[in-house]
Structure formats: C-alpha cells, structure tokens
C-alpha cells in the first residue's frame, strides 16, 4: 500500500523544522589530529629498513633520509659494505645513520638490531620490513628446505619486524608506522613462483591482522607490493624463467614489461619508495591495513 503525505503536512513540519535553533559554530566538536609518526619540527624521525643494501630497501632508506629520517640501515652480513655505501650516501644528506648486520628470520638478531637503532637513533618511529628472497621452481620440485627457507625469510622475517617494532612502539607510548614488502603476487601468483607468491599472500594477510591489533595503539600497519622491478632480485628471476623456458637472458622481463604492463615500462625502485614515503608520513595517518600496488599496471585493484 502506497503512502501518501499531504502538502500541508509537509509544509507544517517543514516549517517546524525551519524554527529549531541552529547550533553554534562554537559547540561543533574539533578533532585533532594526531601523527602515528612525529613531524619534523616535533621531534627526529627515525626508520629501520631491512634489507637495504641495495634495491628496493636502498631506495626506501635513501627516500627516507631525503624526508628527513635518520636511518638503520639494515641487510645480512653478505652486504655488509654496500650497507656501509648506503650509510655514507645518507650522512652526505645531513641525516645520521648506521649499519646493522642482521638475519630478519632470527627472532634474536631482530630484538638486538631495533636495540641497537634505539640507542643509536632514539626512539623508533617507522619499521619497514623490506628484507626478503625469492627463488624460480616448478611446484612440484620443491624441497622442504625450499619451502622452510622461503617462509622463513619471507614470512617469519615479516612477523619478526612487525612484533619486535610494535612492542617497542607501545613501550614508547607514541603510535608509529609499520610497513611490509608483499608484491603483486600477493594478489595473483605467478607461474614458477609458487612457495614465493605463498609467501606474500601471507604477509598481506599478517598485515591486516597487525592493523587490527595495533590500531588502539595508534599504530598503523600496512604493505607495499612492487610489481617487475629492475633490481636483483627480478634478474635472478629473469634469469632462471629464461633457463626454464628457453629464453635468453632479458628477454623474458622485456616480455612481462611490453605484455603485462599498462603502462609499458619496467619499474625502477624510485617508483616503490615514493609510494613508501607517503605510508611512511603523516599523509597516510587515516590508512591501515592496505596493500598498495605499484606495478604501473599488471594488477587493478
């Protein structure tokens, strides 16, 4: 049954309605917003970034530093001195920084390098939890070390940075910034990359749980999820689908880049940490629990 108001009951309440006094501009309520991470003229900001000898994490650590963080440079002892270069590009910018030597899958050595960032550096602000491997296998010839070793840097090394840095941060009382390095097979695996696909399906799933968690400690947590890059990592890639598949080597991440992606360029890693300094910043205070992709085009979210 249709209902049916007449125009003079409308206008009557219409009218009473009009009548009400408004409410002053004085009595709305004012938020205020408060940074997960501190600004400049509040106090130093300061990073860790795994894995940061070179590729994506090198990017990361030298962004940061150019926003005005002072930087652990973190990656295992392998990349020592090109952690070290690392180290002196930042100090050429006028910010402090230092290595640290660490394995991400040993709880301990996680637990001693944000220590060692905090005596060094002060209070940790931001963890970007760069660090991590990958490996070209068909499916059904991995060993359980293949697999064990993938989680474990890829997976356990994630959950090691993110627990280590969100206990520190609640001590500290201040909020701060968590970031994780999925990738665009987080979203949709690739062929070849089956236990590496795995393993970044579960730090975007650790990510959303973290964001939960952390969220009444004013803590936000979220990831980032590069798509083909040129670094090491996607020549060893390259390399080893090429063997698989007959290719010579750089054909087969040319194919990717002219096929795969919209826009029709393999990324660099400057494409990744300008993305990771606005998460890293006050502009994201309102994201948590998001997987950012950047791959110019391959996955639509």
């Not at 309440?13 to 009595?27: E, G, N």
């Not at 860790?48 to 090198?58: C, F, P």
């Not at 520190?168 to 062929?191: D, H, R, T, Y």
């Not at 002219?258 to 309102?286: F, H, K, N, Q, W």
Request: glycine share 8%; net charge positive.
């Amino acid at each position: 049954m249709a209902f049916r108001l007449q125009p003079r009951s409308f206008w009557q309440a219409s009218s009473k309605l009009a009548s009400l006094p408004r409410v002053a501009a004085a009595q709305t309520p004012r938020w205020i917003r408060k940074y997960a991470t501190p600004t400049m003229d509040q106090q130093n900001r300061t990073a860790i970034v795994t894995g940061s000898a070179r590729g994506i994490g090198k990017a990361i650590a030298l962004r940061l530093a150019q926003d005005g963080y002072d930087v652990c440079v973190n990656d295992v002892h392998a990349n020592k001195s090109s952690a070290e270069e690392v180290v002196s590009e930042i100090k050429s910018m006028g910010k402090n920084a230092f290595p640290f030597m660490a394995d991400v899958s040993n709880l301990k050595e996680v637990e001693k390098l944000v220590e060692a960032s905090i005596l060094e550096l002060g209070p940790l602000n931001t963890m970007v939890a760069n660090a991590g491997i990958a490996q070209v296998k068909p499916l059904l010839d991995l060993t359980e070390h293949d697999l064990r070793r993938m989680f474990e840097v890829n997976v356990y090394g994630v959950y090691n940075c993110y627990s280590t840095a969100a206990k520190q941060m609640i001590k500290q009382g201040n909020g701060g910034k968590i970031l994780g390095a999925a990738s665009i097979v987080a979203f949709k695996p690739f062929a070849l990359l089956s236990h590496y696909s795995a393993s970044k399906w579960a730090v975007r799933g650790m990510t959303q749980a973290f964001a939960m968690e952390m969220a009444t400690h004013k803590i936000t947590v979220n990831a980032y999820a590069p798509g083909i890059v040129g670094t090491a990592m996607w020549d060893l890639i390259d390399e080893e689908l090429g063997k698989l598949r007959g290719a010579k080597k750089g054909d087969t991440i040319k194919k990717y880049s002219s096929e795969l992606i919209a826009l029709g360029r393999t990324s660099v890693p400057e494409d990744v940490s300008s993305t990771v300094s606005v998460l890293c910043g006050p502009d994201s205070d309102y994201m948590t629990g998001q997987t950012i992709v950047i791959d110019g085009g391959i996955i639509f979210t």
